[in-house]
């Protein structure tokens, strides 16, 4: 498991990411607030360690930063005893969880633990690209908050697409995996079927920013935009 730490108290840093190195966790660490939302959004990591006071770029505004780009990865906040308003706005922006300092470290290593656990089982019934959230047990698909009404048969092309962002499928693929049947040539039924999912998500199209996250590769078939 990959934590990312971003703490500028290098007494607290040190201690926290050698209690993490002993329980077999791969620790980066940063001691400011600008390298830490540079690191956290260009590399994968399983959970960040987010101190709300830093230099450069405080935490809350990682978090939000995080966030509004479609970040999902579990953040836990390291806040002050009597920071009760930061935690609250915190937890309201997005974050996983909090622990108030002073704290002992393995309190923290538990609470990642009990965190990457929960989000395990979540992560096997939800998909997320960029602001589009489906989630498969409830069967609903989202965009920028907004519930997209679509039938059985759209939801699952929506799904199929989603799994694999930036890849392009061929007609005769999506065929096969959404509707269960050979390809037939002279069916135009997958274009239907992606112009009506188009045209539901273009109500929504201002507050999204306007493009469709499905697109379409001439010659070839469509794929899900990988959105930022």
Sequence with gaps: MKVLLVEDEMKIADFVCAGFKEQGFIVEHCANGIDGFDRASHDAFDVIVLDIMLPGRDGLSILKGLRKAGSATPIILLTARNELDDRIEGLSLGADDYLAKPFFVEELIARVQALLRRVSGERQNILAVGEVRLDRIAREVTWCGETVDLTSREFNLIEYLMRSPGRVFTRTQILEHVWDYDFD??????????????????????????????????????????LA
């Excluded at 274009?191 to 188009?198: A, K, N």
Aim: proline content about 5%; some cysteine.
């Design 185 to 226: 040539p002279s069916t135009n039924i997958i274009d239907v079927c992606i112009q009506r999912i188009r045209k539901k998500m273009a109500s929504i199209g201002v507050a999204a920013g306007g493009e469709s996250p499905i697109e379409s590769v001439r010659g070839v078939g469509y794929r899900f935009r990988k």
